[in-house]
């Protein structure tokens, strides 16, 4: 008997856009098998993130599906004593086997894409800012500017979607990655140009520690400077280099860790 998704009992197939496979409108498969053995097509379970996060169970079949995650009733049932210490739960781990026009992926963990599906469904403002954190750590400093440029953008559409500013953009710190700022994924990442960027459009840093090329390539792009003209001063709460993470960590800390010849960010009179 030939499997079917259980969300929508289409075949476990899609056909492509016939300007991606030649006019063909070939067929590939696109199966998601999950671990009670329920078959699905990736996008639809992925509509069903936030039902399977919260209840971390199959929309189908109802089956527990984390591999290292004690469901509520096992826990229930195994403890003896309510002062008995409890362990610490880990992230959820829900292996998957997933069949696409790119070959078979064993063992694939879909809680990370569930999650991050489930957060932006009901935090729509998120998906430009972690869009631009992937150009970040791309180091896609184009792509940064433009995206940056859209979100100030009266024309941009959105701007209907989002209450982000480019400002609050630089700023932003993600739930789903440590409440890491663009600027510590940049680090994280070492792009240069991209690091150089982001202390040139949100820190109060000194003019006279950018390289030379760093300005020619800003003013080229028509970058200006906040804090600079007749602009304000770049507000401690509202300057890159002095956001922290979920640790604690600013970008100074973070050059600390990475040792040369990141730490001569913070050696180097980036602030008076």
């Given amino acids: ?15 492509l856009d016939p300007e991606e496979s030649d006019g063909e409108g070939e067929t590939v498969p696109d199966d998601l098998l999950l671990p009670c053995g329920c078959h699905y097509h990736w996008q639809c379970l992925v509509d069903e993130s936030s039902s399977i996060t919260a209840t971390l169970t199959c929309p189908f079949c109802n089956s527990y599906l984390p591999s290292n995650h004690p469901s509520t009733a096992a826990g229930a ?9 409890q362990p610490a739960l880990t992230t959820p781990t829900i292996l998957t086997h997933y069949t696409n026009e790119g070959g078979v992926q064993p063992d694939l963990d ?3 894409t569930l999650a991050e599906e489930s957060f932006l ?7 430009p800012a972690r869009a631009f954190h992937t150009l970040v750590s ?25 209450p982000l500013s480019a400002a609050q ?3 932003w710190r993600d739930p789903l990655n440590g ?19 982001l202390l040139w459009l949100g820190s109060g840093a000194n003019r006279e520690v950018f390289p030379d090329a760093v300005v020619q390539v800003a003013q080229a792009m028509g970058l200006p ?5 007749s602009g304000p001063v770049v507000p401690v709460e509202e300057d890159v280099w002095f956001v922290r993470d979920d640790r604690g960590r600013t970008a100074g800390d973070v050059c600390l860790e990475l040792g040369p010849p990141w730490t001569r960010l913070v050696e180097g009179g980036l602030f008076s």
């Fill in 1 to 15: 008997m030939t499997e079917i998704c259980k969300s929508c009992h289409d075949p476990l197939s899609l056909t």
């Fill in 138 to 162: 791309e180091g896609d400093v184009q792509g940064m500017v433009e995206l940056l440029s859209d979100m100030d953008s009266p024309d941009s559409s959105d701007l209907e979607a989002t």
């Fill in 179 to 197: 409440g890491r700022s663009a600027l510590h994924v940049a680090l994280k990442a070492r792009q240069e140009e991209a690091v150089w960027l």
């Fill in 121 to 127: 469904s009901t935090h729509p403002e998120a998906r």
């Fill in 225 to 229: 400077r906040r804090g600079e003209g």
């Fill in 110 to 112: 879909i809680y990370p």
């Fill in 77 to 85: 049932s195994s403890s003896s004593s309510s002062s008995a210490p």
């Fill in 169 to 171: 953009l630089l700023t």
